[in-house]
């Protein structure tokens, strides 16, 4: 059995790096289209290895071997 701290540690690191965006966003007309698109795009990243991390730890359907003829 694997345990969760992998994905909380990924989260944790995405999280501070979601705070630096949120705070190195330089002033501009267009802070909050800036900030948006950083956060989706971790958010997005974070939730794709996540996805993937899961699906190879818990595989929805056991590996199978082959009978060589």
């Known amino acids: 059995?694997?345990?969760?701290?992998?994905?909380?540690?990924?989260?944790?690191?995405?999280?501070?790096?979601?705070?630096a965006a949120w705070f190195a966003t330089p002033k501009s007309p267009n802070q909050t289209l800036i900030r948006t698109s950083v956060l989706l795009t971790l958010t997005c990243c974070y939730l794709m290895w996540t996805v993937t991390y899961l699906a190879q730890v818990h595989p929805l359907e056991r590996p199978r071997r082959s009978v060589a003829e």
């Open 1 to 19: 059995m694997s345990s969760a701290l992998p994905t909380l540690f990924v989260l944790a690191i995405v999280l501070g790096l979601m705070a």
